[in-house]
């Protein structure tokens, strides 16, 4: 074995080079095929150089949903301005009062003007001016009744459709209202309430 320490290598190493002058220091780029790395060096350059320069594929734009209508529109508020009038005439000056479907009482700022034929529903402009098709209600019997989750009989009774546990915290509020009469039933809107109950989702 010779023993070649690192002065001797490098002497040996510069020798080398002396004579190779071509490969200078690139003998460690040698590839086993007569070319050394060197000569793919443009060719290495120009795929990173594109990979690099490539804007990235753009993502779907999951991030916004899809509408193309208005998104600051003037006309629902002035075309709804008659819902101010009919909370008005409900609370008749009254700074507090009853929920028509769970029957608790709420400050007036708690209860929401509550249609008992869905608006959406309500083709004349008569009807959308009629008392008898507006309940005041307390913010969740209001959202559960334009779900169908709340709903009125025939009879003007309450009705809860449940569907949650037995511990949920709508299970108690439905319970509570329930078996209750509807305030706002009267023979007269029975016909709205009917029709409610085709809007929503239960059909009885
Ligand atoms: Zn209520």
Not at 55 to 71: C, H, K, N, T
Request: proline content about 4%; some cysteine; hydrophobic content about 35%.
């Amino acid at each position: 074995m010779v023993e070649m320490d690192n002065r001797d290598f490098a002497l040996n190493n510069e020798a080398h080079r002396a004579s190779h002058p071509s490969e200078r220091s690139y003998l460690i780029l040698r590839t086993g095929t007569g070319k050394s790395l060197l000569h793919f060096l443009p060719v290495l350059n120009l795929i990173a150089l594109r990979g690099w320069k490539t804007p990235p594929a753009p993502r779907a734009a999951s991030r916004y949903v899809q509408f193309s209508g208005e998104l600051s529109p003037t006309t629902l508020t002035k075309g709804r301005g008659e819902q101010g009038l009919l909370r008005a005439r409900k609370l008749a000056g009254r700074t507090h009062a009853l929920c028509a479907l769970c029957r608790e009482e709420y400050p007036a700022s708690l209860l929401e003007l509550t249609h008992i034929n869905p608006r959406a529903n309500v083709e004349s402009d008569r009807e959308k001016l009629d008392l008898w098709n507006v309940m005041l209600a307390c913010g969740q019997c209001h959202s559960l009744f334009d779900k169908g989750l709340l709903w009125v009989n025939g009879s003007g009774v309450v009705q809860w459709e449940g569907g949650f546990g037995p511990d949920h915290l709508l299970t108690v509020w439905g319970e509570r209202a329930a078996g209750g009469r509807c305030l706002e039933f009267r023979e007269g809107n029975r016909g709205f309430f009917r029709a409610r109950l085709s809007y929503s989702r239960v059909l009885t």
